[in-house]
């Protein structure tokens, strides 16, 4: 199995510039979940799906930050407009039901200048 | 609602001496208990994971960590550290009912000196 596969590893962009994350899930997982990772605050949960249903967003820090979920196999987290306190890693992972453990990608590094 | 606390954001230890990373848990309902690590630029890794039974839990690398429901903590250790075990070391929970969601403490980083 390929794994949690996130895209971009790396951006980089402007202030005011619309940013947009892809994470792909292991197959046959039906949870699937966003983080962002920054020195000041640690590890967050932004947001997560189950069966490709948003079930919890109190995470997500303003209405700038919006998660989608179309098929089981696909997933985006979009900045917009973005600002330099977005810059952190970003993080998907992904489960199945029976509170198994989470895999994670290996992160979408975010610089927003 | 469930929380961890891991005591200590900086832990060193010398090559070849006895790792021991704590972890405190706050729950209402039996927990679920695990430990990921995280090395440098990568994603989080599990180590182990507490659901039910045993309460000692070996996990990959030589970790391990046992469930003390008396004391609510789930510390990590390994009897003897590697260079290569230098890395951050988050504890988290779940519960039933929680959808799979999980709870992080802040993370221990460790290092390991010669």
């Known amino acids: 199995d390929a794994g949690v596969i996130q895209s971009p590893r790396h951006e980089v962009t402007e202030m005011g510039q619309e940013v947009t994350l892809r994470c792909k899930p292991i197959?046959?997982?039906?949870?699937l979940f966003w983080y962002r990772q920054t020195m000041m605050r640690g590890l967050e949960l932004l947001i997560y799906?189950?069966?490709?249903?948003?079930?919890?967003d109190s995470g997500m820090p303003e209405d700038r930050f919006s998660a989608k979920m179309p098929n089981a196999s696909f997933s985006t987290l979009k900045i917009q407009p973005s600002e330099p306190r977005d810059s952190a890693v970003y993080f998907c992972?992904?489960?199945?039901?029976?509170?198994?453990?989470?895999?994670f990608g290996p992160g979408t590094r975010l610089t927003v200048l | 609602a469930q929380s961890v606390t891991q005591l200590g954001s900086h832990v060193s230890v010398s090559e070849g001496a006895l790792v021991l990373l704590r972890c405190n848990y706050s729950?209402?309902?039996?927990?679920?208990l695990f430990w990921y690590v995280q090395y440098p630029n990568q994603g989080l890794q599990l180590l182990l994971k507490?659901?039910?039974?045993?309460?000692l839990v070996k996990g990959i690398n030589g970790f391990e960590a046992e469930f003390k429901k008396s004391e609510t903590s789930f510390h990590l250790t390994k009897p003897s550290a590697h260079m290569s075990d230098a890395a951050e070391y988050f504890c988290?929970?779940?519960?039933?009912?929680?959808?799979?969601?999980?709870?992080f403490g802040t993370g221990t980083q460790l290092k390991v000196e010669l």
């Open positions: 992972a992904s489960s199945t039901s029976g509170y198994n453990e989470q895999f």
């Open positions: 197959s046959g997982h039906d949870y």
């Open positions: 799906f189950n069966n490709n249903v948003p079930i919890d």
């Open positions: 729950s209402s309902v039996p927990p679920y």
């Open positions: 507490y659901t039910t039974g045993a309460t």
């Open positions: 988290a929970v779940s519960v039933t009912g929680g959808g799979n969601k999980l709870t």
